[in-house]
C-alpha cells in the first residue's frame, strides 16, 4: 500500500487545517487507517485512529479530543483528518498509516505515508 498524505502547512493558533491521505491499494475498507505525529524531539504520537465497519469506529488521543476528527472515504481511498482549534503544540510532521490491527501503537501499522508539515504560529 502507497500513501500520500497531503494538506499541512503553516496556520495560526486557533486556525484550522484539513490533511489528506491518498491509498494506492484496495480493497481500501479493509485497513484500519490511522494518524500519529511527530514533533522534533518527541516520539511518535497516536492522534487517531479509524476502522471503516462497525460504523466507522473512531477512537483519539487524549491531546487531540474534540478538536480533531478522522474521516474515509472508501470510494476515494482517501481518508482525512480535520484539524480544528489548533495550538502550537500541535505542531509536528503528520503521518498516515494502515494496517490490519485497530490500535493506538505505531508498532501495530504496516504501511506509512510520508508525512506532512504542520506548524502552529502562536
Known amino acids: 500500500v502507497q500513501l500520500q498524505a497531503s494538506g499541512g502547512g503553516l496556520v495560526q493558533a486557533g486556525g484550522s487545517l484539513r490533511l489528506s491521505c491518498a491509498a494506492s491499494k484496495r480493497p481500501f475498507s479493509s485497513y484500519v487507517m490511522g494518524w500519529f505525529r511527530q514533533a522534533p524531539g518527541k516520539e511518535r504520537e497516536f492522534v487517531a485512529t479509524?476502522?471503516?465497519?462497525?460504523?466507522?469506529?473512531?477512537y483519539y488521543g487524549d491531546s487531540v479530543k474534540g478538536r480533531f476528527t478522522i474521516s474515509r472515504d472508501n470510494v476515494k481511498n482517501t481518508v482525512y483528518l480535520q484539524m480544528n482549534s489548533l495550538k502550537p503544540e500541535d505542531t509536528a510532521v503528520y503521518y498516515c498509516?494502515?494496517?490490519?490491527?485497530?490500535?493506538?501503537?505505531?508498532?501495530?501499522?504496516?504501511?506509512w505515508g510520508q508525512g506532512t508539515l504542520v506548524t502552529v504560529s502562536s
Open positions: 498509516a494502515a494496517g490490519r490491527l485497530l490500535t493506538t501503537t505505531a508498532q501495530g501499522y504496516d504501511y
Open positions: 479509524i476502522i471503516s465497519w462497525s460504523g466507522g469506529t473512531t
